[in-house]
Nanobody, 122 residues
Framework: QVQLVEFGGGLVQAGDSLRLSCAAS????????MGWFRQAPGKEREFVAA????????HYGDFVKGRFTISRDNAKNTVYLQMNSLKPEDTAVYYC???????????????WGQGTQVTVSS
């Protein structure tokens, strides 16, 4: 059974940076795509970023506009999301997920973490 645990959320001010981490266990991490999604109160879950199992391909949601960077360290079974120039509208619970497909579509991901809260104050 694959388990994902996110770290690094918190309360920051607009313009600040945060780095989220997601540690995976119980599966073949290096063979799976990883994704980050987020969900704000009253809104649907939204795609943030994805990275191919090789680490050579990435994709971002349109709203990211160069502010976020997804990366992975297969030796540590960990995926990261570096978030810069944070805005109040980035406030949400951020989830990491894993699955066999490099995809922006949440149903393609089989396993999900419990989420970590990111709050950006203005």
């Amino acid at each position: 059974q694959v388990q994902l645990v996110e770290f690094g959320g918190g309360l920051v001010q607009a313009g600040d940076s945060l780095r989220l981490s997601c540690a995976a266990s119980g599966g073949t991490f290096s063979s799976y795509a990883m994704g980050w999604f987020r969900q704000a109160p009253g809104k649907e879950r939204e795609f943030v970023a994805a990275i191919h199992w090789t680490g050579t391909r990435t994709h971002y949601g349109d709203f990211v506009k160069g502010r976020f960077t997804i990366s992975r360290d297969n030796a540590k079974n960990t995926v990261y999301l570096q978030m810069n120039s944070l805005k109040p509208e980035d406030t949400a619970v951020y989830y990491c997920a894993t699955g066999p497909n490099f995809s922006t579509w949440s149903p393609h991901y089989d396993y999900w973490g419990q989420g970590t809260q990111v709050t950006v104050s203005s």
